[in-house]
């Protein structure tokens, strides 16, 4: 891997450590309706959706 996106990878990482702790706000925050996430839902082999499971 290339060491700059390794280093990239590592700061989002402590960044989203931080934001979970609430030491830090978030720039922005998606809020989704469950009808979006249910539309977004992948197929599995068998044709069965997540939400099926």
């Known amino acids: 891997m290339d ?3 390794f ?3 590592i700061a989002s990482i ?3 450590g ?3 702790r ?3 706000k978030a ?3 998606n809020q989704l309706e469950w009808s979006e ?3 977004s839902c992948v197929k599995t082999n068998n044709n069965q959706t ?3 499971m």
């Open 3 to 5: 060491q700059q996106l």
């Open 7 to 9: 280093k990239d990878l």
């Open 14 to 16: 402590n960044v989203a």
């Open 18 to 20: 931080a934001i979970r």
């Open 22 to 24: 609430k030491k830090i």
């Open 27 to 29: 720039s922005r925050i």
């Open 37 to 39: 996430i249910k539309k």
């Open 50 to 52: 997540l939400n099926d």
